[in-house]
C-alpha cells in the first residue's frame, strides 16, 4: 500500500503564491509518473500538472507559466509551486502516484483563492 500526503494549502489572495507538497510512503521513482489534480465543487477532477519518472512534464492549459510542479528523489516527494493564483484555481488539490497497474492518491488539501 502507497501513501500519499499532502501539505501547503491555504487562503491566499488573488496574486498570491503557495507551495504544495507531496511526500510519498515509498520511492517516486518506482511510479511511471507523479501528477496534481485538483476538482473544485461541482466540478470533475481535472490534471494540473504530472512529471514522469524521466522528467517529462506536462500541464494544464489554465496553469501553464504559472504553476511549476518538481520533484526530489532523494526525499520521495513532489512540489507544485503556485503563483499568480486566480479565484478559479480554487479547488481541493489531489497528489497522485501513477502506475499502469493501479493509481494512488492523497487525501488532498485545500486550496482557496479569495478575489
Known amino acids: 500500500q502507497v501513501q500519499l500526503v499532502e501539505s501547503g494549502g491555504g487562503l491566499v489572495r488573488t496574486g498570491g503564491s503557495l507551495r504544495l507538497s507531496c511526500s510519498a510512503s515509498r520511492s517516486i521513482v518506482s511510479f511511471n509518473a507523479m501528477g496534481w489534480y485538483r476538482q473544485a465543487p461541482g466540478k470533475q477532477r481535472e490534471l494540473v500538472a504530472a512529471i514522469t519518472s524521466s522528467g517529462s512534464i506536462n500541464y494544464a492549459y489554465s496553469v501553464k507559466g504559472r504553476f511549476i510542479i518538481s520533484r526530489d528523489n532523494a526525499r520521495d516527494t513532489v512540489f507544485l509551486q503556485m503563483r499568480s493564483l486566480k479565484p478559479e484555481d480554487t479547488a481541493v488539490y489531489y497528489c497522485?502516484?501513477?502506475?499502469?497497474?493501479?493509481?494512488?492518491w492523497g487525501q488532498g488539501t485545500q486550496v482557496t483563492v479569495s478575489s
Open positions: 497522485a502516484a501513477l502506475t499502469s497497474v493501479k493509481d494512488y
